[in-house]
């Protein structure tokens, strides 16, 4: 007997630390977190493929993302 485990979703990691700004919605000022985002195909836990690769940037505190400028 053989099972294929296939899966494909969106995919999000922390790459690292980003700029110090002020928050549109929380309104304090601090560092922001560099977050990566694509869309993958993954086949027995292995990602096979990735595309439509993003970088934006989470508030350290509320969690409000934006674009990296």
Same mark, same amino acid.
């Given at each position: 007997? /053989? /099972? @294929?485990? /296939?899966?494909? %979703?969106?995919?999000?990691? !922390? #790459? %690292? ?6 928050? @549109?919605?929380? +309104? +304090?000022?601090?560092? $922001?977190?560099?977050? !990566?985002?694509?869309?993958? &195909?993954? =086949?027995?836990? &292995?990602? #096979? =493929?990735? $595309? %439509?690769? &993003? ?15």
């Amino acid at each position: 007997m /053989f /099972f @294929l485990i /296939f899966g494909a %979703g969106k995919h999000e990691k !922390e #790459v %690292g630390f980003g700029e110090y700004r002020t928050c @549109l919605r929380c +309104n +304090n000022h601090t560092q $922001w977190i560099k977050i !990566e985002k694509c869309n993958r &195909v993954s =086949l027995f836990f &292995v990602p #096979v =493929l990735s $595309w %439509g690769k &993003v970088q934006t940037q989470r508030c350290g505190i509320c969690g409000h993302s934006a674009l990296t400028p």
